[in-house]
């Protein structure tokens, strides 16, 4: 044994090699899955939070006067208590706390000053006294032959002008206000009008406003056979808790199941089940496939060179035992016995070296400690295969058939070519990875070393020929060394995965910054938004605050009829001042005044608007249509008029939102909310950061920083292992140069490694790009991840510095690799010549 370990000890560099390109090999391959993952679990959280409507399930059951009684409010109670029994797993243990509301059918009401009021009478859970009463007391039930008392919520209460005392008087009684409740923007969609008081352009010019009015859950028993019928909703949201990626494919079959089944209250009504979760789930799945397929394609590259550079560790270390293992021949060892030997010595520093990385991969995420034991046990077999191969080599000479080695070149062209014509002409799939297309990069790798070193062989050999006749020995060495093909192979391959990775990652990093920026400006539509009611609007917008270079008012019309041919269109009206609206929107153009009316429609707008369009009475022509995301209307479809010709409608703002330009976004938006607290405000500096915090984004960074990296360092650890695979031809060539008395000749690495390095930097910088291309292409990744941007100028010009970077690594690190062995051997030269001396 201590005989074993002095021979082993000599070599604990090149074992150590081994070992550190097995620890980032294993740590990249265990620590990529699983971060990809806990990204999926991370959105799949983020997506399911309380406030989002695709991420709730909801109850609906139309009532007859019959179910409506005494008993409605337990029997609705006990539905939504029992329904969970009945949904399938995960989704059964997801579901929260229902939230429901009875709704009757709307009344027409009249005010004390005959202002026509339609009001829409509900009931919550519990009764309005458990909310905040802010003014008057909370309704009582209703009582046959007095006034129905009603609470309104103080939004709502001030839309319609109703204080406590206010009286209406509808077709069945009076309704009177007792109490005003604080605002609450929870429940169901059903009761939203309870929050938001919504308006309705009428016969004769006149708005209609429609309110929704609280009454207690005991006024059931005794209006439902009055009104004859309600509508009772119930929305039940969908947790995160002890959900996972991994549960989403059975969530989304539970969601279609109950949505197909739907249910009954316990008196027997059917209620309808809808649910908008299978969608959500599919946008789910569909982004974690694209950063799937884009991890793979960063991927591949890296871990395919960690893989050469453990492999040519492995090799370069049974090559120093070559001797040895010649001894041993000598004394009788047989063939197995040695292979088995180098198999047993590879495998302990490959053992160590994954067991570094798996460390390294479970201290990072520790659910991959179980994930990670078939990547370790796959390295440490290949890593003793590989050894097994090269001690048989020491003792039995072997060589691959020229036929072999060429029709594996064919194979590997071949593939390479399928594989980048697939990837430029279809893009990566939207499934996730495709084995063939992610290992686009390394296969143009190891074809560009394929092709340049036949290359560099056919081109050269006459160049070599005439330098030999001449006196510049230097120059002659280099490319005669050149032309033979010495190590050509590994270093193009190594070169051009690194190169074309970090081009890769470069660009689709600038891609990701740019892409995140516009995609918040897109969000916000400028560089400040604050969005309210028609009121504290108006007040910003005629008192901007300090550092503000222009703001434009977009109101939202409501009740204004849009009609086609005599069609009623759902079209969402919108008005604005055009010409401010253009200094901060240049794409928005200015509308001048013309008969008929000229507008600005969305894009989804315009197919609804082809042909005679009538807005609110005012015949429109002459639409310019633009992007649904231009202006903040809460629908894809809209129609935009000038201030100046939606005056005539005389219609109030639903909602208004002022558009800023601002030379400092965050002072201004914080002067904003400071002076306007009522106000909804969102800029492009904070939606920008929020979307850089996300999942996705950090994980994608982190990814591109990392493959950039090990493909890197993966390059320069090939260009060192060949360059200390080259000492023994260079000692020869030292020696018959001084021989012959030429002295020494300098730069000779540099001459050889910096053209075959220069060539292959080019072929990787256009195959990185190609990859940027494909990514940032219509309908590529970048659309589905978010991050779509034109690729700016700079971005070329940063790629193409890295790719001179490097090569200039690789020509030092040759450069140095070279001295530091012929340093060694010379030192260790004098040593034994002074024990002999």
Same mark, same amino acid.
């Given at each position: ?19 550190? !390109? ?23 959280? &983020? ?28 029997? %609705? ?23 429901? @509301? ?40 209703? @009582? ?35 109490? %005003? ?15 938001? !008081? ?49 549960? /989403? ?24 089940? +809808? ?39 492995? %090799? ?43 460390? @390294?991969?479970? !201290? ?47 194979? @590997? ?33 190891? +074809? ?73 400006? #897109?969000?916000?539509? !400028?560089? *400040? ?30 009740? /204004? ?13 919108? +008005? ?28 989804? &707008? ?11 009475? /005012? ?98 650890? %090939?260009?060192?292992?060949?360059? *200390?695979?080259?000492?023994?031809? #260079? ?42 291309? *494909? ?63």
């Amino acid at each position: 044994m201590r005989r074993r370990w002095r021979t082993i000890v000599p070599h604990v560099g090149a074992l150590a090699l081994v070992a550190a !390109a097995t620890a980032v090999l294993v740590a990249s391959a265990v620590l990529v899955p699983r971060v990809l993952e806990t990204v999926a679990d991370q959105r799949l959280t &983020a997506a399911l939070v309380a406030g989002q409507d695709a991420a709730t399930v909801v109850l609906s059951a139309d009532l007859d006067g019959f179910a409506l009684g005494a008993d409605t409010v337990d029997d %609705i109670a006990r539905t939504l208590e029992n329904y969970p029994g009945s949904v399938d797993a995960p989704l059964a243990a997801a579901l929260g706390e229902p939230s429901w @509301v009875v709704t009757f059918p709307d009344l027409t009401a009249v005010t004390s000053g005959g202002t026509l009021v339609r009001l829409r009478l509900g009931a919550v859970p519990g009764s309005p006294s458990s909310r905040t009463v802010i003014e008057g007391t909370a309704p009582r039930p209703w @009582v046959t032959g007095e006034p129905v008392e009603v609470a309104f919520e103080q939004a709502v209460a001030a839309r319609v002008g109703a204080v406590v005392g206010s009286a209406y008087d509808g077709p069945d009684g009076r309704i009177v206000v007792s109490g %005003i409740v604080a605002d609450d923007d929870g429940g169901p969609s059903a009761q939203d009008v309870f929050h938001r !008081a919504q308006s309705e352009r009428g016969s004769g010019g006149l708005d209609l406003v429609t309110a929704g009015a609280y009454v207690d859950p005991g006024s059931i028993a005794t209006l439902g056979p009055q009104l004859a019928r309600a509508q009772v909703v119930a929305t039940l949201p969908v947790r995160a808790v002890d959900l996972g990626a991994g549960d /989403i494919a059975a969530l989304e079959r539970a969601a279609n199941k109950t949505s197909a089944q739907g249910t009954t209250l316990s008196s027997g009504y059917p209620v309808t089940v +809808s649910t908008r979760l299978p969608a959500l789930l599919a946008g789910l799945v569909g982004e974690q496939n694209a950063l799937v397929a884009l991890a793979a394609l960063l991927g591949a590259a890296p871990l395919t060179a960690a893989a050469l550079v453990a492999a040519l560790a492995v %090799i370069a270390a049974e090559r120093r035992r070559a001797p040895e293992r010649v001894l041993a021949s000598a004394r009788g060892a047989t063939t197995t016995r040695l292979a088995l030997s180098a198999a047993c010595v590879a495998a302990v520093a490959v053992l160590a070296g994954a067991a570094i990385g798996w460390g @390294v991969a479970v !201290a990072a995420t520790p659910d991959a400690a179980s994930a990670g034991f078939g990547t370790v046990a796959a390295v440490v077999v290949g890593g003793a295969a590989i050894a097994a191969a090269g001690g048989r080599r020491a003792v039995v000479a072997s060589r691959i058939p020229p036929v072999v080695r060429t029709a594996a070149g064919i194979v @590997v062209l071949a593939t390479a070519a399928v594989a980048v014509s697939l990837l430029l002409v279809r893009g990566l799939p939207d499934t996730g990875a495709d084995p063939l297309l992610s290992a686009v990069i390394p296969l143009v790798g190891f +074809s560009a070393g394929l092709v340049f070193a036949r290359a560099f062989g056919w081109g050269l050999a006459p160049v070599a020929r005439v330098l030999a006749r001449g006196s510049r020995v230097g120059a002659g060495l280099a490319v005669a060394r050149l032309a033979r093909g010495s190590g050509r192979v590994l270093q193009i391959t190594g070169v051009t995965i690194a190169v074309a990775t970090a081009t890769l990652a470069l660009g689709l990093a600038h891609l990701t910054g740019d892409g995140l920026s516009a995609a918040a400006y #897109r969000s916000v539509g !400028a560089d *400040v938004r604050a969005c309210g009611d028609g009121v504290a609007t108006a007040e910003l917008a005629g008192d901007a605050p300090d550092g503000v270079t222009a703001l434009a008012e977009v109101r939202r019309l409501g009740g /204004i009829p849009v009609t086609v041919d005599g069609r009623l269109r759902a079209v969402t009206v919108l +008005s604005a001042p055009t010409a401010e609206l253009n200094r901060v929107r240049a794409d928005v153009p200015v509308l001048a005044p013309s008969s008929p009316v000229s507008a600005i429609v969305s894009r989804s &707008a315009a197919g609804l608007l082809a042909g005679s369009a009538v807005v609110g009475g /005012i015949e429109v022509s002459g639409v310019t249509a633009v992007d649904d995301e231009v202006l903040p209307a809460d629908t894809e479809a809209w129609v935009l008029l000038d201030d100046r010709d939606a005056a005539s409608l005389a219609a109030p703002a639903d909602t208004a939102c002022v558009l800023i330009t601002a030379t400092d976004v965050g002072v201004v938006a914080a002067r904003v909310r400071d002076a306007h607290p009522a106000l909804d405000v969102v800029d492009t500096a904070s939606e920008t950061l929020r979307r850089e915090s996300a999942p996705t984004v950090t994980t994608l960074l982190l990814l591109l920083a990392g493959a950039a990296v090990v493909a890197a360092l993966a390059a320069l650890a %090939i260009a060192a292992v060949t360059e *200390v695979a080259a000492g023994g031809e #260079r000692r020869r060539t030292r020696a018959v140069l001084r021989m012959i008395g030429a002295g020494r000749v300098r730069g000779l690495v540099a001459a050889e490694v910096v053209p075959l390095a220069t060539v292959s930097a080019g072929v990787g910088w256009g195959v990185g790009w190609a990859g940027v291309v *494909v990514v940032a292409g219509a309908g590529g990744l970048a659309d589905r991840l978010g991050i779509t941007a034109p690729v700016e100028p700079s971005a070329w010009v940063a790629t193409a510095g890295v790719a001179l970077g490097i090569v200039a690594l690789i020509a030092i690190t040759s450069t140095v690799a070279s001295a530091a062995r012929g340093t060694g051997r010379r030192a260790r030269r004098g040593e034994r010549e002074g024990e002999h001396g």
